[in-house]
C-alpha cells in the first residue's frame, strides 16, 4: 500500500509572476481577453504538470484564480451585486468587481468590492457582498472548465472549494441590508447551490473534492459551530456527490466538528498545529481518509523531514497506511515557487530553504517513504544535513546576539520618566505650537528616484553620484517642507525601497532573493526578506541621512525607524525558534539606532508600526500573550531614549479599536494613526479611552489622488478636538505620501498647514 501525496494549492502567480503580467497588459488594454486566457491556461498547465512530475497524486484544480479565490466563489454562487450585474461582458464585470470600473468619459464609477486579509496571512481576498434575501445561482463553469482543461493533459484533479460556512463568514451585508441579519442566516439559501454543484461534479466523474473550512480554526460562536455541522450534513447526505475531504488550516480544529459526521475525508495542518493529530485521529470517522499537513505552506524553511516522517507513521500505526495522505500544510499560494530561481542567493542558507517547487518534491518523499521501515530516499539524508548546518551556524547562533537577548530587564522596557515628566522635558526642549503639523515620513518615490536607483543598482552609476542625488532630492524635500510652513519635518526616505527591506539589507541575519515573490491581492505581489539568523546591527543604519537632513534646517527632522514588529511581520521568519525571541533581537538592534541617532542629535526619532496589529492570532485566547510581547519588543526598542527625545510611532491599515489598552501602554510620546478613511470614529473610541500621550490623527487620506480642502481638515480637526485635548493633537496626513505625486501633496500638505493655522487662531 503507496500512501498519497497531496497538494492542496499551488501559487499562482508564476515563477517570474506571468499571471501579473498578462492581467496588467489586459488591465492596460495592451491585450486581449483571449490572450489573457492563454496565458492564464499555459500557467495551469505548467503547475499541474510540475506537481504531477514532483510526484504529487492529489492534485488540485480550481485553485487558480485570475484575481483572487474567494471573488471566484462569489461568482460560482451568483453572489454578484447589483451594481456589477449591470456589466453585461463577465470579464469586465469580474475585474469591476474585483477593482472597480472608472470611467469618467461615460460617468462610469462602480466600486470594488471591499478587500481584507485572509486569516492571518497577508493575502487579501475580496469580500462578498450579499444581500438579506440574497438569491444564490450555481455556474459551476470555472471549476468544471478546469476539471476537463487538466483532463486534457491526462490529470485527474481534485477541486477545490470554499465551503459554505467559509463562505458566509468571509461575506459581508451589502449595506442597507436589513437589520439583525447575519451573513450566516443565508446559509439554508447557499446550500443547494453548494448540493447542486455536488451533483455536477459527480455527473463529471470528479473523484473528490476539497473543500476548505478554514473557519473551523478561528473562534466560532455556537451559531457558527451548529452550521458548518447542519452544512456538513447536508451536502454529505447528497445522493450522488464526489467524496469529500474537508480542508482546514493554520491552527488545530475542534476534533468534536468532524466526529459523527459521514466526512470521507479530513486534513488537519500539522506545521503549525502538530499537537492535534491523536485528538482528530480519536475524532475521525469510521473509514475516513486522514491528511497530514506536514510541509509547511506558509513559510521557507525545508522540512524537518524525520519529525514530519514520525508523524506519519504515528498517524499510520493508528490508521493504517490506506486511511493516511501526506500533504502540504495548507495552499502553497503563500510561499514562492522555485529554489531554482534564485541564482545570488548565499549557499549556506540556501541550504536551508524549500520554496513551493521543493516543498512537492517533500510531500511526496515522505509519502514514498512513509510505509517503509526506514527512508531510502536521498531527500531525507541532504535534509538532515542541511538541518544541522543550520542549527550549528553561527549566523543563526550568535553568542553575543543571545547573551545580550538573555540580559534584557524589565527597566529596559521602561523610559527614564513617565510620559508626563517626558512631555514637560519636550515642551521645553521644542517649542511647537498648538496643533504642531508633520507627515509620517515618506515623500514622493516619482520615476525619478526610482531610475536612480535602478542605475545605481545596476551599477550604471557611482556610489558618489548616486548619494549626490539623494542628497539633492533630500534637500528639495526638506525646502518644500519649510515653504509649506510643517512644524516637524522628515528627510523623505528616498534612499528606502521599502521600510522593511531597507533594515533587513542593513541588518545581520536577513537574507533576500530575486524572485521570491508571493501574491498580496490580484496582480500585487510582496517579495518579503528571509529572516534566517540571529539579528545584529553592524554599524549604524539610518545615522548618515538623518543627520544630514537635519543639518539642513532648524526645524527638528525625525528621525525614521521601522519598528521590531512589522519587521518581524513583514518577514519570513526562522521557524527554529519563538517569533517573540526574533523580535527582541531586533528590537534591541533598533535600540542601538535610537541610541545612535540621539547622540547624533535627531531630538524626535519615529518608529513606525503599521503591522503591529495583523500579528495578531487567530484565536482570542492567544492574544494576550501575543500583545504582551509584542508591546515588550516595542518597548524594548524605544525606552532607552532619554526624556527630552520624542518617540513618535505610526500604524495604519488596521482596525485598532481593540488593543488601544496596548498602543497606550506601547508609551510612544505620539501616535500618528489612521483615521481619515473611517472618519474619526476611532477618534472617539481613543477619546472615550482617554488615550495618555500625544496623537495625529491622520486629517489627509492618502489612500487617493484627492486633494482635501482646507475646511475638510479643519472640520476634522475640530472634530478631533471635542474628543481629545487640544494639547494633545497633532495634525498630519494618515499615511507615508511615498505612492502620490508632488503636485497634489504640496497643495494637499498647504491645506492641511492651513487647516492648522485657523484652528489654532479659534
Ligand atoms: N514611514 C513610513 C512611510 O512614511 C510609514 C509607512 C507605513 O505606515 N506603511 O512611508
Ligand atoms: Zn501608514
Redesign the pocket.
Given at each position: 500500500m503507496r500512501v498519497h501525496a497531496a497538494c492542496l494549492g499551488h501559487p499562482r502567480i508564476g515563477a517570474d509572476r506571468e499571471l501579473k503580467r498578462a492581467l496588467e497588459s489586459f488591465w492596460a488594454g495592451k491585450s486581449s481577453r483571449e490572450e489573457l486566457e492563454a496565458s492564464a491556461a499555459a500557467l495551469r498547465r505548467r503547475h499541474w504538470s510540475a506537481m504531477r512530475d514532483a510526484g504529487i497524486d492529489a492534485i488540485p484544480s480550481n485553485d487558480f484564480s485570475l484575481y483572487d479565490h474567494v471573488l471566484d466563489t462569489a461568482i460560482a454562487l451568483g453572489a454578484i451585486p447589483a451594481r456589477h450585474r449591470a456589466i453585461d461582458d463577465p470579464i469586465a464585470r469580474y475585474f469591476a468587481m474585483a477593482r472597480g470600473l472608472q470611467d469618467r468619459a461615460n460617468g462610469i464609477d462602480v466600486p470594488a468590492l471591499e478587500m481584507t486579509k485572509w486569516l492571518d496571512t497577508n493575502y487579501h481576498y475580496l469580500v462578498p457582498e450579499l444581500d438579506a434575501d440574497q438569491v444564490f445561482s450555481l455556474d459551476p463553469s470555472k471549476i468544471l472548465d478546469e476539471v476537463r482543461e487538466a483532463r486534457a493533459l491526462g490529470l485527474e484533479t481534485r477541486p477545490v472549494i470554499l465551503g459554505p460556512v467559509s463562505f458566509l463568514l468571509a461575506s459581508k451585508l451589502a449595506p442597507g441590508a436589513r437589520g439583525g441579519t447575519r451573513t450566516l442566516d443565508l446559509l439554508d439559501r447557499v446550500l443547494p447551490s453548494y448540493e447542486a454543484l455536488l451533483a455536477r461534479l459527480a455527473a463529471e466523474n470528479v473523484a473528490w473534492v476539497q473543500l476548505d473550512e478554514p473557519c473551523l480554526v478561528t473562534d466560532l460562536d455556537d451559531d457558527a459551530i451548529a452550521a458548518i455541522g447542519r452544512a456538513l450534513d447536508r451536502l454529505l447526505a447528497s445522493p450522488a456527490r464526489p467524496r469529500v475531504l474537508l480542508a482546514t488550516y493554520f491552527r488545530a480544529i475542534d476534533p468534536d466538528v468532524i466526529a459523527r459526521t459521514r466526512l470521507d475525508a479530513v486534513h488537519v495542518d500539522l506545521a503549525r498545529a502538530p499537537q492535534q493529530l491523536d485528538a482528530v485521529i480519536d475524532a475521525l470517522p469510521r473509514e475516513a481518509t486522514l491528511s497530514l499537513g506536514v510541509v509547511d505552506g506558509r513559510n521557507v524553511w525545508r522540512t524537518d523531514l524525520d519529525a514530519a516522517r514520525a508523524l506519519v507513521r504515528h498517524a499510520i500505526d493508528r490508521l493504517g497506511a490506506s486511511r493516511v495522505q501526506v500533504a502540504t500544510s495548507c495552499s502553497l499560494l503563500h510561499v514562492p515557487v522555485d529554489l531554482a530561481s534564485e541564482r545570488a542567493l548565499d549557499p549556506e542558507v540556501r541550504s536551508w530553504l524549500a520554496f513551493a517547487a521543493q516543498k512537492l518534491a517533500e510531500v511526496a518523499a515522505l509519502a514514498r517513504s512513509a510505509t517503509l521501515e526506514s527512508p531510502v530516499d536521498p531527500l531525507f539524508a541532504q535534509t538532515r544535513e542541511a538541518l544541522a548546518t543550520r542549527r550549528r551556524s553561527a549566523r543563526t547562533h550568535d553568542p553575543a546576539v543571545r547573551e545580550r537577548a538573555a540580559r534584557v530587564d524589565d527597566a529596559m522596557l521602561h523610559r527614564a520618566s513617565p510620559y508626563p515628566v517626558r512631555a514637560k522635558a519636550q515642551r521645553a526642549r521644542f517649542d511647537l505650537p498648538r496643533f504642531p503639523t508633520t507627515?509620517?515620513?515618506?515623500f514622493p518615490q516619482t520615476s525619478d528616484v526610482r531610475a536612480a536607483r535602478a542605475s545605481w543598482r545596476a551599477g550604471r552609476t557611482t556610489d558618489a553620484e548616486y548619494r549626490a542625488f539623494l542628497e539633492r532630492e533630500t534637500r528639495a524635500c526638506i525646502e518644500r517642507q519649510e515653504r509649506i510652513g510643517i512644524d516637524v519635518l522628515v528627510h523623505g526616505?528616498f534612499e528606502r525601497t521599502d521600510?522593511v527591506e531597507h533594515f533587513g539589507e542593513l541588518l545581520e541575519g536577513f537574507a533576500f532573493t530575486e524572485h521570491g515573490w508571493v501574491q498580496s491581492y490580484g496582480s500585487r505581489c510582496v517579495k518579503p526578506p528571509i529572516l534566517f539568523g540571529d539579528v545584529a546591527r553592524p554599524e549604524p543604519m539610518t545615522v548618515d541621512w538623518a543627520r544630514f537632513a537635519q543639518s539642513l534646517t532648524s526645524r527638528p527632522v525625525k528621525g525614521?525607524l521601522?519598528g521590531p514588529l512589522t519587521i518581524l511581520q513583514w518577514s519570513f521568519v526562522r521557524d527554529d525558534q519563538p517569533r517573540a525571541d526574533t523580535c527582541k533581537q531586533i528590537a534591541l538592534a533598533l535600540r542601538d539606532e535610537v541610541r545612535d541617532l540621539e547622540a547624533a542629535g535627531i531630538a524626535m526619532i519615529?518608529v513606525?508600526e503599521?503591522a503591529i496589529r495583523e500579528g495578531l492570532p487567530l484565536r482570542a485566547r492567544d492574544h494576550a500573550a501575543y500583545l504582551r510581547w509584542a508591546v515588550d519588543a516595542f518597548r524594548l526598542a524605544t525606552s532607552g531614549a532619554r526624556d527630552d527625545t520624542q518617540m513618535h510611532t505610526?500604524?495604519?491599515?488596521s482596525e485598532f479599536r481593540d488593543i488601544l489598552a496596548e498602543i497606550a501602554a506601547m508609551d510612544a510620546d505620539v501616535l500618528s494613526i489612521e483615521t481619515s478613511r473611517s472618519h474619526m470614529e476611532l477618534l472617539e473610541d481613543f477619546g472615550r479611552f482617554r488615550y495618555p500621550n500625544e496623537i495625529g490623527p491622520g486629517v489627509y487620506d492618502i489612500h487617493s489622488p484627492r486633494v482635501p480642502s482646507v475646511a475638510e481638515m479643519r472640520d476634522l480637526l475640530e472634530r478631533a478636538a471635542r474628543v481629545i485635548p487640544a494639547e494633545q493633537l497633532w495634525v498630519n496626513p494618515d499615511?507615508?505620501?511615498?505612492t502620490r505625486g508632488w503636485s497634489e501633496v504640496e497643495r494637499a500638505l498647504t491645506n492641511m498647514v492651513e487647516a492648522a493655522r485657523e484652528a489654532r487662531a479659534r
Open positions: 507627515t509620517i515620513g515618506s526616505e521600510m525614521m521601522t519615529q513606525d503599521p505610526h500604524m495604519c491599515y499615511c507615508g505620501l511615498k
